[in-house]
């Protein structure tokens, strides 16, 4: 869709809402992003049937601006035409993802303790609030996904590399059988991408973007941490985070699947855009982290 044709739609929604400025954001997997006047976010599902999802994020939103994270979340207003939720919209958190700027900054304690709560808080939900928030990491969404992979991407891949893959996946897949974990709230998607860092006050400010949000086991949401910086940094979010379970258990599952599976997720995004060649970075990472989670 053009940029007259988005403004159309903004103020169909909207009437009273004059748009100066308009910048489409390309960077979402689901969604088109788009910032109006530099203070305004709206997000529209890229595919229909998300109805329903947008309802969840808006259920999770509240009870999250209920309790007053220790970092700020979107304050979302949802978006109908003729009675239909098509989208979302909030006031711009001042900062940038810390995707953008990886390479010139690096978090603080302050910013491992703002981790720390917040994902204590988030996880601390009670399941009960959130009647549209069900588990979407069953062991069915598991096979799933290898099954896409082994068929799709493997004969595309050297055979050492899908072997470290079904080493990694048989292991994880074996555990699921013996896992009696009570699912809690979590992000689902928490990576640099979403979490906004205000380079004026040198510091985290806020966590975008609950598309993903579900039912499913806390350690998920150090995956990208543990992807993207590594095992120190885990550590140093644990240390804030509060929880009734052994942390080194949470420690464990990021190490051998969760901080891994980010792979998966990519090569199957680039297999989709038809870019598979661009895979090497996220396949050497893989590889990297590999080593660190005990496989032989």
């Known amino acids: 869709m053009t940029e007259s044709i988005?403004?159309?739609?903004?103020?169909?929604i909207d009437s009273t809402l004059r748009i100066h400025k308009l910048e489409m954001i390309h960077?979402?997997?689901?969604?088109?992003?788009?910032?109006?006047?530099?203070?305004?976010?709206?997000?529209?599902?890229?595919?229909?049937?998300?109805?329903?999802?947008?309802?969840?994020?808006?259920?999770?939103?509240?009870?999250?601006?209920?309790?007053?994270?220790?970092?700020s979340v979107p304050r979302l207003t949802p978006l109908f035409i003729e009675e239909t939720l098509v989208g979302l919209s909030y006031p711009l958190i001042a900062g940038?993802?810390?995707?953008?700027?990886?390479?010139?900054?690096?978090?603080?304690?302050?910013?491992?303790?703002?981790?720390?709560?917040?994902?204590?808080?988030?996880?601390?939900i009670i399941v009960d609030e959130l009647p549209n928030l069900h588990a979407t990491h069953s062991h069915s969404?598991?096979?799933?996904?290898?099954?896409?992979?082994?068929?799709?991407?493997?004969?595309?891949?050297?055979?050492?590399?899908?072997?470290?893959?079904?080493?990694?996946?048989?292991?994880?897949?074996?555990?699921?059988?013996?896992n009696n974990r009570k699912p809690v709230p979590i992000h689902g998607d928490l990576t640099t991408a979403n979490m906004i860092y205000n380079q004026g006050e040198q510091k985290l400010v806020g966590i975008i973007d609950f598309t993903d949000a579900q039912l499913s086991d806390p350690a998920f949401d150090f995956a990208?941490?543990?992807?993207?910086?590594?095992?120190?940094?885990?550590?140093?979010?644990?240390?804030?985070?509060?929880?009734?379970?052994?942390?080194?258990?949470?420690?464990e599952r990021v190490k051998r699947f969760y901080g891994l599976q980010p792979l998966f997720h990519h090569l199957l995004y680039l297999h989709e855009q038809k870019e598979l060649d661009k895979s090497s970075p996220f396949v050497n990472r893989f590889l990297e982290l590999k080593k660190l989670g005990g496989f032989k």
């Open 141 to 178: 969404f598991w096979d799933t996904m290898y099954a896409q992979l082994q068929q799709n991407i493997f004969p595309q891949l050297e055979t050492n590399v899908s072997h470290a893959i079904n080493i990694v996946y048989e292991t994880f897949l074996e555990s699921l059988s013996s």
């Open 224 to 251: 990208g941490l543990y992807w993207t910086y590594g095992l120190d940094t885990v550590l140093s979010v644990l240390r804030y985070y509060k929880t009734d379970e052994c942390k080194q258990g949470i420690v």
């Open 6 to 12: 988005w403004i159309e739609r903004i103020s169909q």
């Open 96 to 124: 940038v993802p810390v995707e953008s700027i990886e390479d010139q900054t690096t978090l603080s304690t302050i910013d491992y303790q703002h981790l720390g709560n917040f994902l204590t808080t988030l996880h601390r």
């Open 27 to 71: 960077s979402g997997w689901d969604h088109t992003i788009l910032f109006v006047n530099d203070t305004l976010v709206f997000r529209f599902p890229k595919k229909r049937g998300f109805e329903m999802a947008l309802h969840k994020e808006l259920e999770l939103n509240r009870a999250l601006q209920a309790r007053q994270t220790s970092l």
